[in-house]
């Protein structure tokens, strides 16, 4: 059996290393990638020259519907993933899986959280950081227990190719326009997140204050249920004695304490959550000696998540809010930011566009403010115009590869230039 790596970033090297330890050889494990000259074959065509059982791990970013790949199919080569290599590898893991277009990732990391305070044997990765066969390679080769649950942030990319994943259980955090670049429609998008209950063992899910989410799910009865943070049994922990900022970070956290209580954990896994502040490059607070404060959003990359960051950063009341929207466009429908124009209107925002996709921006979004080429100068205008008492916020909507290489180097570039 050949082995193609199809993408050699994080997730194409983690399952190369465990087909290694597996015990297949370099011959059979090679490598594609368009965007590294590293990798073994340099075009797709050399790969579908491949002759005997050839088997491609398609790494997330590279879509099932590629017609190369849908030729290697017509030629029988076989297709798998990162994550489906993985689960063979399993045990007696318990599994939690959560996607969404929003929020997925503060409510995986509050769900781990709540698990580590039940037991020491935790892993958390997927889409989150860590592959889950960086996971399985530490057990085989012995430098880590088998964990009692597993916790998987899971993209919609890798919803499209994960065959064998069983997940104990699921939740959706959301439904709002993404990824209308690998698409073909919104319902195309939906439909592949709401995959994740087909491979879901006992219960999922769904935030009942998501409108599109709810929507889709009356369309599709099933074996999920709607959580709410004014539902009565959450109610009672009260959850907004929290540190985490925001009401959809509420939301999130109600998702974690269900499926805490699902999972039958004790009362402190939800104390602990509550303690937790939130992640880095989520609405990461830093106040500065002038007395402004500026607020890292950078995995803001859908305009419900802007909205969202506006909203949340509202409700402390800033003098003003000082907003940087930009980087690369991924077809989003920009317009529906104008629903803050009336915030422009009352002096209560201000509005940077930067980077690549700045005057897409602002002409569909019809907001008034500066352009300017990149993240560093929006920054700079934005620091000599805020005064002390008023709010920066950087929640790009955009992505951040016309200037870094992810969001998290976005947002660690906008904290260095806060004094």
Known sequence: MKYVIVGIGKSGLSAKKLLGLLGHGPKDVQTFDDKNPAADFKSPAEILKLTGPVTLVVSPGYPLSSPWIAEAKKLNFSVTSEISLAVKNLANEKLIGVTGSVGKSTTVALISAGAQSQ???????????????????DVLSGKRKRAAWVILELSSFQLENCAGLVLDFS??????????????????????KWKIFSQTKFCGFINSK????????????????????????LKKLELEKSQILGRHNQENLAMAAAIAKACGWNDLAVSVMKKMPGLAHRLERKDDSAGRVWINDSKATSIESVLVAVESCLSSRPKKLHLLLGGRDKNLPWQNLSALSSLQLSKQLEVYFFGEAREKIALQSRLGGESFPTLSEAIKKSSQRAAAGEWVLLSPGGTSLDEFKNFEARGDFFKSQIS
Do not use: Q
């Open 119 to 137: 037991t020491s044997e935790v892993f958390l990765g997927g889409n989150f950081g860590t592959p889950l066969c960086d996971y399985v390679c």
């Open 171 to 192: 939740a959706i955090t959301s439904f709002v326009p993404n990824h209308m670049e690998r698409y073909e429609n919104l319902r195309e998008y939906y439909d592949t």
């Open 210 to 233: 998501s409108p599109e989410l709810m929507a889709y799910a009356k369309l599709h009865p099933g074996p999920w249920l709607t959580v709410d943070p004014e539902r009565s049994d």
